[in-house]
């Protein structure tokens, strides 16, 4: 590289550097010797003292740390810089917004990064939304999914998301082909929850139990009618073993990503699970509803003046059950 060509690089990443002070020192561990070959490990060592000088004095001194750099600085250098640039824009963004609506930052660094890894191909939402209808309809199916409420937090949405866009992208080239809203209680926010940054909206639901938030059945349908989702996947605990949710979702035309309501009734109660395996011939630990057998009723489930059977409901009737099936016994 020419002097002057090295001169002007310099000058760009000593600028990033100073949009980006807050970022580039988290950067400084890239910048490191021991990154690049070893034929590169000395002309980088005073590229990192200019930087961190950069830092130190503020940007009245960043002009004269910038032409004190040589010809040794490489484009690796300056992707740190502006990549410094990047993240410090997309934080102060991401200060500014409300903590309700869409995730303006994650929604940024989401297209920078499939930007990177496409090069020049651009891929519009449109595009992706034909693509996938496509896929679809040539598979046999009749609805698309494509906005998809995430019904839940924590490991269980971040895996959900990660998931769903790596299959996307695997089969149709795309990781843009879903549009994932999250649900975010005040504690998942003040911890940055990695499913929040992945999603491309985030609705602020209130905090504390699971009642009053992830478990509840109303305030999901109300976020999904309001967000006009084409889907609801629910995860695990919480709202995903209440058959109510399915239910409601169904009548409002939109998709439960899950078991239907008469099976989850079915296996997801012990009581109703355990009669069902009764009926079916298959045996059973001695229990509370030991041989009851019930066929299903219209809805699917089991009849309740048969479920009721099987339930304990006051300390007699436990002391009598234990008595007939013997210690040790396990209450659930």
């Not at 020192?25 to 690049?36: A, C, D, I, T």
């Not at 940054?197 to 976020?223: M, Q, S």
């Not at 995860?235 to 008469?262: C, Q, R, Y």
Request: charged share 20%; net charge neutral.
């Amino acid at each position: 590289m020419k002097k002057p060509a090295a001169m002007k690089g310099a000058a760009a990443v000593a600028v990033g550097v100073t949009v980006a002070v807050p970022a580039a020192k988290e950067l400084m561990s890239f910048v490191s010797p021991s990154l690049g070959p070893p034929s590169h490990s000395s002309s980088l060592r005073p590229t990192q003292q200019a930087l961190r000088g950069a830092l130190s004095l503020g940007a009245p001194a960043v002009e004269q740390q910038a032409s004190a750099l040589g010809g040794s600085i490489g484009a690796a250098t300056v992707g740190v810089a502006a990549l410094g640039g990047l993240l410090a824009a997309a934080r102060q963004d991401q200060r500014q917004q409300k903590r309700r609506g869409s995730a303006t930052a994650s929604v940024t660094a989401c297209s920078a990064t499939a930007t990177l890894e496409k090069g020049d191909a651009v891929v519009t939402k449109a595009d992706a939304a034909k693509k996938l209808e496509e896929y679809v309809f040539s598979k046999g199916g009749n609805k698309v999914l494509r906005k998809i409420l995430i019904a839940n937090n924590g490991m269980a949405a971040t895996k959900a998301i990660l998931s769903m866009r790596q299959w996307a992208y695997l089969e149709l080239g795309l990781d843009n082909v879903f549009e994932f809203v999250a649900m975010a209680t005040r504690e998942d926010l003040e911890a940055n929850a990695e499913f929040i940054r992945l999603a491309d909206t985030f609705i602020e639901v209130p905090a504390g139990k699971n009642v009053n938030n992830y478990a509840n059945v109303d305030l999901i349908c109300e976020i999904a009618k309001s967000q006009g989702v084409d889907a609801v996947w629910p995860g695990w605990g919480h709202a995903s073993e209440n058959p109510k949710l399915p239910t409601k979702l169904k009548s409002m035309g939109i998709t439960f990503i899950g078991p239907t309501a008469p099976v989850m009734s079915v296996l997801g109660d012990k009581v109703a699970a355990n009669i069902l395996a009764q009926t079916a011939g298959v045996p059973s630990i001695p229990w509370s509803g030991d041989g009851l057998v019930a066929e299903l009723n219209e809805e699917g489930t089991i009849p309740m003046d048969v479920f009721n059977k099987g339930l304990i409901t006051n300390v007699a009737e436990a002391s009598q059950c234990a008595d007939r099936i013997g210690f040790p016994i396990m209450i659930k």
